[in-house]
Nanobody
Framework: QAQLVESGGGLVQPGGSLRLSCRST????????MAWYRQAPGKQRELVAS???????NYDDSVKGRFTISRNRANNTMNLQMNSLTPEDTAVYYC????????WGQGTHVTVSS
């Protein structure tokens, strides 16, 4: 059973950047799809970005051009580079991976505030 652990969250000023990482106990490339979700206070969890086994990616319109999802074979991590952050990006960010079943991390907090 895979375990996913996120890291990299924190407090950043508007316009700043953060890089989230998701480390897996299983080979990152063994998942058919991996994704980043986020849940802001009082809102439902939403899909931010996803990356498929072949490397294709998808992004929510709200983050296109600002966020980049990637996988690192050497570190066995999935990453989310977040640039030009706004207060609307404040949320708990979760990574997920699917291979037969969907696995979730525990989440990492991102706060964008001056």
């Amino acid at each position: 059973q895979a375990q996913l652990v996120e890291s990299g969250g924190g407090l950043v000023q508007p316009g700043g950047s953060l890089r989230l990482s998701c480390r897996s106990t299983e080979n990152i490339f063994s998942f058919s799809v991996m994704a980043w979700y986020r849940q802001a206070p009082g809102k439902q969890r939403e899909l931010v970005a996803s990356i498929y086994g072949g490397g294709s990616t998808n992004y929510d319109d709200s983050v296109k051009g600002r966020f980049t999802i990637s996988r690192n074979r050497a570190n066995n991590t999935m990453n989310l580079q977040m640039n030009s952050l706004t207060p609307e990006d404040t949320a708990v960010y979760y990574c997920s991976g699917h291979r037969g079943v969907t696995y979730w991390g525990q989440g990492t907090h991102v706060t964008v505030s001056s």
